[in-house]
């Protein structure tokens, strides 16, 4: 089965522990994308990477990382969280091209406390 | 830059009755155009997409959108509104190339029994 697979699905962590949220796809897109989900902002794009060793900032990257050294993984890491990253993110991977769309994980809800 | 605007944050349908969630978008070039739909702890799930072609797109679960370049809008539609369809609905655009997904805020639909 094609799918976008994220661990944790939920996480409450302590402010300035390092932490990674993984994400795996099984359907060898190169393209693969973070957002965070915030009330009345909608989905806004943290990073994302078209290929491997290839990655790029969105729209609200300060204070995450990213690596991408294999096609099919594509981690999101904080290295010092603080409250203000107390959100819901997704992770989603689509084929390069202008009209494919994007398949999503299951999201990961994060507390920082 | 290509943005996305949903000017509804909530729409409210009683079953059975048309449905209509609205969403306009602002390209430089083609737009491309997708709407997804997120039910209650569940990542995004696509419904359809507008590339070329004709301007009534048909997608999953009855849905259909109607691409209107003059007016920029690409309104999601439904003949006849079912309890379960009552989900968070977000319209995204992508200005060609390998440009990201940009979403809309998201409308909330809410179809009363």
């Known amino acids: 089965e094609a799918q976008v697979t994220q661990n944790p699905r939920y996480l409450i962590t302590v402010t300035g522990k390092k932490l990674t949220v993984t994400c795996s796809q099984n359907m060898n897109h190169e393209y693969m994308s973070w957002y965070r989900q915030d009330p009345g902002l909608g989905l806004r794009q943290i990073y994302y990477?078209?290929?491997?060793?290839?990655?790029d900032k969105g729209d609200v990257p300060e204070g995450y990382k990213v690596s991408r050294k294999e096609k099919r993984n594509f981690p999101l890491i904080l290295e010092s969280p603080s409250p203000n990253q107390t959100s819901l993110y997704f992770c989603?991977?689509?084929?390069?091209?202008?009209?494919?769309?994007?398949?999503f994980g299951q999201g990961t809800r994060l507390t920082v406390v | 830059a290509q943005s996305v605007a949903q000017p509804e944050d909530q729409v409210n349908v009683a079953e059975g009755n048309p449905l209509t969630v609205k969403c306009t978008y602002s390209v430089s070039g083609n737009p491309y155009l997708f709407w997804y739909v997120q039910y209650p702890n569940r990542g995004l799930q696509f419904l359809l997409k507008?590339?070329?072609?004709?301007?009534l797109v048909k997608g999953s679960y009855g849905f259909e959108a109607e691409f209107n370049k003059s007016q920029t809008s690409f309104h999601l539609k439904k003949p006849s509104a079912l309890v379960s369809d009552s989900a968070l609905y977000f319209c995204?655009?992508?200005?060609?190339?390998?440009?990201?997904?940009?979403f809309g805020k998201g409308t909330r639909l809410s179809v009363i029994a």
């Open positions: 990477s078209m290929n491997v060793e290839v990655t």
């Open positions: 507008y590339i070329t072609g004709d301007n």
């Open positions: 995204a655009v992508r200005d060609g190339g390998n440009t990201p997904l940009v």
């Open positions: 989603a991977s689509s084929a390069i091209g202008y009209g494919t769309e994007a398949f």
